[in-house]
Each structure stands twice: as structure tokens, then as C-alpha cells.
């Protein structure tokens, strides 16, 4: 009798083993559609800004619009993880809120309004909730891009032109 209870047992054992695997589903990879890489996408966008960019002009404006040329140097790079870094110092005697020439992290591209911001730009105070206004505005920069020359434009809160910086690729 123990034996036959012994026997039933571990068939119980065995059939509970086996009734718990079961067959996993297939996780085959999703089929996405193709990249978009026209000439007016992301994609596009990001391999012409890719590489290294010497300042070659900045242009300031007065708050009445009129253009004053300042002499300064710089540099853009922007790799292919889409971080972007600007480095620039005045050499002359204009003054201009440092973010013009001096600003650097992941950017976020949109090449229909052909603006980019940068993405990890914060308030200056933790506790303050929203992003200050001029500090906005100088997160976005509106650019064209001609063969190897590369224009980024500021505008102020009001959607004035503050600034603009012409680029020439290096390499």
C-alpha cells in the first residue's frame, strides 16, 4: 500500500512539473518602418550638423533690430549622439548674455520650424517650477545650413532677434 501511495505521488509530482512549462510565445523583433532620411528629416539634419564648426561672425541687435557685428571666436561640435557644445569668448568690446556663445548638452531637433533646443537645460533655482523666460529663449536656436557654413539665431522672450552666429564646418 505505501508503495502504491509512494507511486501515485510522484506521478501527482511530475504531472504538476510538467503542467506549469509551457511553451513561451514567440518575441520575435517588431518590423518597424523605414527611417525617414529626406532631405528636410531628423536624420538629414543631424548628419550635415555632425562634426566641428568655427565661429566665423557674430552679428548682435539693438533692441530697435539694428545689426552691430562684434568680434568674437568659438567653436560648435556636435556629435553623433546628438550632444552639442558652444564655446565662444568676445574679443571686442560688445557685451552679450553668455548663453549666446556658451551653451552645451543634448539637443532636441525640429527640422519644421528648423529650430533645435537644448534638452537639459533647468531653471537657475531648484525651487523655482517654471523655466525662467529669457532663459527659455536662449535654449532655442533657429538655424539654416548652406553646404559648410552653418547660421544659428537667438531671439529674445518677444521673438526678436537677439543674436546671430554664422559657423564655418572644419571638419
Request: contains cysteine; neutral net charge.
Amino acid at each position: 500500500m505505501q508503495r502504491r501511495h509512494l507511486l501515485v505521488m510522484t506521478a501527482a509530482v511530475a504531472l504538476l512539473a510538467t503542467a506549469g512549462c509551457t511553451a513561451a510565445p514567440s518575441e520575435r523583433p517588431v518590423k518597424m518602418g523605414p527611417v525617414d532620411t529626406g532631405a528636410s528629416s531628423m536624420e538629414a539634419v543631424r548628419r550635415q550638423l555632425e562634426g566641428t564648426w568655427d565661429l566665423i561672425a557674430l552679428d548682435l541687435y539693438t533692441p530697435a533690430g539694428e545689426r552691430v557685428p562684434a568680434e568674437a571666436t568659438g567653436r560648435l561640435q556636435y556629435d553623433e549622439f546628438g550632444n552639442l557644445a558652444m564655446r565662444g569668448t568676445l574679443t571686442g568690446n560688445a557685451h552679450v548674455e553668455d548663453s549666446v556663445l556658451n551653451m552645451s548638452g543634448r539637443i532636441i531637433i525640429d527640422p519644421g520650424t528648423r529650430t533645435f533646443r537644448f534638452a537639459d537645460v533647468s531653471a537657475p533655482s531648484a525651487d523655482e517650477k517654471r523655466l525662467d523666460p529669457k532663459l527659455a529663449a536662449a535654449n532655442v536656436r533657429y538655424y539654416e545650413i548652406e553646404g559648410d557654413v552653418l547660421k544659428t539665431t537667438v531671439k529674445g522672450p518677444d521673438g526678436r532677434t537677439t543674436a546671430t552666429a554664422t559657423w564655418k564646418k572644419v571638419n
